[in-house]
């Protein structure tokens, strides 16, 4: 942290110092000192795919599905044959009870990016399991 802060001192714009920030402030339990320092590397640096995944984790640990979803969504876009990104994406749209083509498409993205993936075997099963609850309400 100390290292990251001094270097942070020569350069201030530097999207990779604000993300390893971000990280040794969420490992020391700083959370939403991690969170802006991981936001101030995404205004740097929007192209960057895994602090956007990294904020959509954090916005799933707080239970916020929509921001979750924002950030997984810029995640998944920029990366979009990156599986992991692709099922944070999917998990958020299924937490959100988003329309199941939503769901479908992503499931069906990963497909195309892993054809054995059971990644999608798994967004089709909980797309189905949310779809029995909800005939049973």
Same mark, same amino acid.
């Given at each position: ?18 993300? *390893? ?32 995944? *990294? ?8 239970? #916020?599905?929509?921001?979750?979803? @924002? ?7 920029? @990366? ?6 692709? @099922?944070?994406?999917? #998990? ?24 054995? #993936? ?20």
């Amino acid at each position: 942290l100390q290292m990251t802060q001094i270097g942070m001192l020569y350069f201030p714009e530097s999207a990779n110092l604000w993300a *390893n920030l971000g990280t040794a402030l969420h490992g020391d339990g700083r959370i939403e000192q991690a969170k802006l320092a991981y936001k101030k590397a995404l205004e740097l640096k929007p192209e960057f795919a895994e602090i956007a995944n *990294n904020l959509g984790a954090m916005a799933i640990a707080e239970k #916020s599905w929509e921001e979750a979803l @924002k950030y997984f969504t810029i995640a998944s876009n920029l @990366k979009p044959t990156n599986v992991d990104m692709l @099922k944070n994406k999917a #998990s958020a749209l299924l937490e959100l009870k988003a329309v199941p083509e939503q769901v479908k498409a992503v499931a069906e993205q990963i497909r195309k990016v892993n054809p054995r #993936s059971e990644n999608a075997d798994a967004i089709y099963a909980r797309l189905y399991e949310n779809r029995c609850r909800c005939w049973l309400l």
